[in-house]
């Protein structure tokens, strides 16, 4: 009985495997088939208030996307798109990237422009330049009221769904601590991703800036960012 159970088991689980590489694939196969149509990706870069500097790092999402056209069969747009929780254009990008090392604060209007973007499809990717963490947690309850901040396991497909990584990596050392990835989910979605002292924005700048970063660092940061984007287009 033992051994006929684990055989059963074993073909459940790989055939569940299967599956999911079947599901991964189309989607992705659709996501090409978009491309194709003409439709370029772009990252936008969310402007905010407050104070912080929510212009940083403005090399990286050029990068980014330089680096998705090179690994990937997604077409992309050049560079960045800046705008504010508020704009018209918001809906256009699947998309959003908030970075920063001091103080974010939102209006009413921008925290219920986030909230319906996220919950109507949307991924914001927020990047802890060092010293945005009191400030995002603060600002990110307002637009989840309900939900908290969940640590995102190593196992999690945006670890692996395209190249296969432990966890998060860390890219600058700030206080030392480890790098740890938090989500918030809408109905099993992930719609939220905070890189918290890791600085993958960082990592992706142009070498120039941050010469300290070797390559070994830069390409963590490379694979990372890949996955990040690979993960919202096909999720």
């Given at each position: 009985m033992k051994r006929g159970y684990?055989?059963?088991?074993?073909?459940?689980?790989?055939?569940?495997?299967?599956?999911?590489?079947?599901?991964?694939?189309l989607s992705f196969s659709i996501l090409i088939s978009t491309q194709q149509a003409g439709e370029l990706f772009t990252i936008a870069q969310v402007q905010y208030g407050g104070g912080g500097d929510w212009y940083g790092d403005p090399s990286a999402i050029g990068n980014?996307?330089?680096?998705?056209?090179?690994?990937?069969?997604?077409?992309?747009?050049?560079?960045?798109?800046?705008l504010k929780l508020t704009d018209h254009e918001l809906y256009q990008y699947p998309m959003l990237y908030l970075v920063g090392h001091g103080n974010i604060r939102l209006t009413e209007d921008e925290v219920t422009s986030l909230r319906?973007?996220?919950?109507?499809?949307?991924?914001?990717?927020?990047?802890d330049d060092y010293g945005l963490d009191k400030?995002?947690?603060?600002?990110?309850?307002?637009?989840f009221p309900k939900q908290e901040l969940q640590p995102v396991p190593?196992?999690?497909?945006?670890?692996?769904?395209?190249?296969?990584?432990?966890?998060?990596?860390?890219i600058h050392e700030h206080d030392s601590e480890p790098a740890q990835g938090y989500s918030i989910f809408h109905n099993g979605r992930?719609?939220?991703?905070?890189?918290?002292?890791a600085d993958i924005g960082d990592g992706l700048e142009d070498p120039r800036v941050h010469p300290e970063d070797t390559p070994e660092i830069r390409e963590l940061a490379s694979k990372m960012?890949?996955?990040?984007?690979?993960?919202?287009?096909?999720h």
């Open positions: 684990k055989k059963r088991k074993f073909h459940h689980v790989y055939s569940r495997k299967r599956f999911i590489l079947l599901i991964w694939f980014w996307l330089s680096l998705l056209r090179e690994r990937t069969e997604i077409e992309t747009a050049d560079d960045r798109v800046i319906q973007y996220l919950t109507n499809g949307g991924f914001l990717f927020v990047n400030s995002f947690r603060r600002e990110i309850s307002r637009v190593n196992s999690h497909p945006i670890y692996h769904c395209f190249y296969d990584l432990p966890g998060l990596p860390k992930m719609v939220v991703f905070y890189a918290y002292s960012a890949v996955n990040i984007a690979v993960y919202v287009l096909t």
